[in-house]
C-alpha cells in the first residue's frame, strides 16, 4: 500500500536542510508520495525507513533499459496518465523487426541502422532491431552485429537458441519475447542467466496479473508486458487499464512497460497502429516496414508527445551564420523557440541569400508569443545585438524585425540609434522574397 506525504515524512530525517533541492522535508514527502521525485535525492534517509518507502519510492511502472554497446534506450518510469499533467520521460522504442532467415539481413540492417534525421537540431534514428528466430538465431545475432550497435529483441521461445544468441551479447541488455504461463520457467532461467529483460504475454491483464509474480519469483524483475488484444480498441482499452492500475491503485503485477506489435494486422495500417502505440503507453513498439517515410512522422509525433509540456524546445541564443554571409548582408532577427528559429533559417538557407541571424533569449517562446509576455522587446532585441557584438560583423548596420512585431521598430531605433531597422514579412517563408526586393 502506498504510504501518504505525512507517513512518508515522519519517516525522513526532518531536519530541513534543502539538499534534496526542496524547502522542507515536508514538500519533499509530498513530492514522493506523488512519485515526482527520487528517495534517492535526499541523502540522509536511515536504512531503516529506506525499507519502509521502498514500496512509496519505487516508480509504479518499472524503468526498462536496453542497451548495446552504442546506444540505449529506457521504457517505463512513467508518473502520469496524461502528458498535461506533468510530462512524459521515456520515449518508446521503435524497433524495425527482421527475419533470421532472410538473405538480405545484413543488408536490411545495415540501412535501417544508417537512417538519421534532423528536426529541430535533434537527430533522429531507430533504436533497435527485433529478430525473430525464424532461422538460425545466434548466426542471425552475428550478422546483425557486424552492421549495427543497437539494442536488439530477440523473438523465440527456445530457451536453448535463446542461450546460444545471448552468448554473443555479454554486456548488452536485451530483451527476449516472450513468455506465456505455457513456458515462463524456462524462459525466466534463461533471462536472469543473461540478465536479459523478458517478455511476458497474455490473453487478458488477469492472466499477465498472474503471470508477472511467478517470473518474478523466479528471479527476474525487468519485464515488458504484452497486452494481446485482437484490435486497435481492445489494446487500447488495456493498455489504458494497465497504466491507471500500476499509476492510480500502485498496482505492481501491472507495472511495467509494454510492448506493442504494430503491424498485427496487416502492414497497410501499421502506421496507424503505431501511431496509436505511441500515444498511449506503449514502450517498445515493432514496425514490420522501414520506409523513411513511414519512421520520420512516428519520430516527430513521439518527440511531440514526449517533450515536456512546460519547457519549449529551445536553440541557443548567438548569432548564426547562414549562407557565409559577408559584412554587407542583413541581420534578421528572431526568437529562440526552436520551431521558429528553424523555420526562419530553412527558408533563409533554402533561398541561398546570406544572412546573418541573430537569436535572441526569448525563453523559448515564438515571436508573438514572447512579444504579449513581454520577453521579446526592444531591450532584449539590443541587448542580444550588442552582447553579441553584432556591429563587429558588418559593414551595413541594417536589423530586420519580424514584421509580427513591426510595433516595436521605433522603441529599437531608440535603443539602437546607429543601426537602420526594418520591418520584415510577419512569415517566415516569405522572407527570401523580401531580402530580394527589399534589401537591395
Ligand atoms: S535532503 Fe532530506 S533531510 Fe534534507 S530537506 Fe530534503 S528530505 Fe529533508
Redesign the pocket.
Known amino acids: 500500500m502506498a504510504l501518504s506525504g505525512i507517513q512518508i515524512y515522519k519517516l525522513?530525517?526532518?531536519?530541513?536542510?534543502?539538499?534534496?533541492?526542496?524547502?522542507?522535508?515536508l514538500?519533499?514527502?509530498m513530492k514522493l508520495a506523488a512519485k515526482q521525485v527520487e528517495l534517492s535525492?535526499?541523502?540522509?534517509?536511515s536504512e531503516a525507513s529506506k525499507k519502509q518507502l521502498a514500496e512509496s519510492s519505487a516508480p509504479p511502472v518499472r524503468l526498462i533499459t536496453l542497451k548495446a554497446n552504442g546506444a540505449e534506450i529506457k521504457a517505463g518510469n512513467e508518473v502520469c496518465m496524461f502528458r498535461h499533467e506533468k510530462t512524459f520521460y521515456n520515449k518508446p522504442g521503435l524497433f524495425i523487426r527482421v527475419k533470421a532467415s532472410d538473405p538480405d539481413l545484413a543488408a536490411k540492417v545495415t540501412k535501417a541502422d544508417a537512417y538519421k534525421v534532423n528536426y529541430v537540431g535533434m537527430d533522429f534514428t531507430v533504436d533497435g532491431f527485433a529478430v525473430e528466430a525464424d532461422g538460425d538465431l545466434t548466426a542471425a545475432v552475428k550478422a546483425i552485429r557486424a552492421v549495427s550497435k543497437r539494442p536488439l529483441i530477440l523473438i523465440s521461445t527456445d530457451a536453448a537458441a535463446l542461450d546460444s544468441a545471448l552468448g554473443l551479447l555479454a554486456g548488452e541488455q536485451t530483451l527476449i519475447y516472450a513468455a506465456d504461463s505455457s513456458n515462463y520457467e524456462a524462459l525466466a532461467d534463461t533471462a536472469k542467466k543473461h540478465k536479459a529483460a523478458l517478455v511476458v504475454k497474455g490473453d487478458s491483464l488477469d492472466a499477465l496479473a498472474d503471470l508477472t509474480p511467478k517470473v518474478q519469483a523466479k528471479g527476474v524483475e525487468d519485464m515488458v508486458l504484452d497486452l494481446g488484444g485482437k484490435n486497435l480498441g481492445e489494446w487500447l482499452t488495456r493498455s489504458t487499464q494497465a497504466r491507471r492500475l500500476a499509476l492510480k491503485s500502485n498496482f505492481k503485477p501491472l507495472g511495467y512497460p509494454t510492448i506493442f506489435f504494430a503491424a498485427q494486422n496487416g502492414v497497410e495500417k501499421e502506421a496507424v497502429y503505431a501511431a496509436q502505440a505511441i500515444s498511449k503507453y506503449a514502450g517498445f513498439v515493432i514496425l514490420d516496414t522501414f520506409a523513411p517515410e513511414m519512421i520520420y512522422p512516428l519520430l516527430v509525433l513521439r518527440e511531440n508527445i514526449y517533450t515536456d509540456p512546460q519547457k519549449p524546445i529551445q536553440v541557443t541564443p548567438g548569432i548564426y551564420e547562414i549562407n557565409s554571409p559577408k559584412p554587407e548582408s542583413p541581420v534578421l532577427i528572431t526568437t529562440n523557440f526552436s520551431i521558429t528559429y528553424f523555420s526562419v533559417a530553412n527558408e533563409v538557407e533554402g533561398s541561398g541569400l546570406p544572412a546573418w541571424l541573430v537569436v535572441t533569449d526569448a525563453e523559448g517562446m515564438s515571436v508573438l508569443t514572447a512579444w504579449a509576455a513581454g520577453k521579446f522587446d526592444a531591450e532584449r532585441i539590443a541587448k542580444a545585438v550588442k552582447g553579441f557584438d553584432v556591429a563587429s560583423k558588418v559593414s551595413k548596420k541594417r536589423i530586420v524585425l519580424p514584421g509580427h512585431v513591426a510595433v516595436l521598430s521605433g522603441e529599437l531605433e531608440e535603443e539602437l540609434s546607429d543601426w537602420e531597422i526594418r520591418v520584415g514579412p510577419r512569415e517566415a517563408v516569405d522572407l527570401p522574397a523580401f531580402m530580394k526586393q527589399a534589401l537591395n
Do not use: I
Open positions: 525522513l530525517p526532518q531536519t530541513n536542510c534543502k539538499e534534496c533541492g526542496f524547502p522542507t522535508c514538500a519533499f514527502s535525492a535526499c541523502p540522509y534517509v
